[in-house]
């Protein structure tokens, strides 16, 4: 499904700048106990946050949160592969 269904078919979704900084670090191949030490947060925190962010994006897995919100252009694709070809 492109970007543009997604747009026409649901309400719009928003990640919070937390939400997309633990989302990025996730990406990074991060545990959550790796994102809770960089952001100084408990890992409780940061699994609070991945459950907002599968229920946002209608995922259940990092995997699937990391191409959803890339695909919805959520977060930058090109911080981590490098400028993407069209």
Known sequence: MSQ????????????????????????????????????????RTVDFHLANIYEKLNVNNRVKAFRRAAQMGLIPVEAFFGEVAD
Request: charged content about 30%.
């Open 4 to 43: 543009r269904d997604w747009q026409t078919r649901s309400k719009p979704v928003r990640l919070t700048k937390r939400e997309i900084e633990v989302l990025s670090l996730i990406a990074q191949g991060r545990s959550s106990q790796e994102v809770a030490d960089t952001l100084f947060v408990s890992k």
